[in-house]
């Protein structure tokens, strides 16, 4: 027959020896059931169908907001509304034609730049 005694005094015995293995187990059984209880609780989460993409058409219409430092002037600004094209007025405001003596200071310069990026290569 089994001697339950016997049984009892062992788990005293191994219980008593080894206290430190003990309760770094006991941690973790609890540590595991505590998991289990969390995610038994714990609630299913469903899975949304994920709706198509539709872009929307991009209207700029807000404001810019300029970065403020030295680098971009206050005088600086911007506008989002293009028009298709500038008038007559807008022409001789910001359009400068250049003279015959610009274009061949530009010219000249252009191939100085081209001579020493060239060097003496054939």
Known sequence: MIDFSQIAENVQD????????????AILVLFFC????VLSFAPQSKKNEI??????PFI???????????????SYSVGRQNAEGWDENEIERWLTRPDADAVEKLS???DAMISEITGAAP
């Not at 505590?34 to 209880?37: G, V």
């Open 108 to 110: 000249s310069a252009n």
């Open 14 to 25: 191994f219980l008593s020896e080894r206290k430190k293995a003990v309760l770094i187990s």
């Open 51 to 56: 709706e198509p993409y539709r872009a929307e």
């Open 60 to 74: 700029a219409n807000q404001e810019l907001l300029l970065p403020q430092g030295p680098s971009v002037p206050q």
């Open 34 to 37: 505590a998991a289990l209880i």
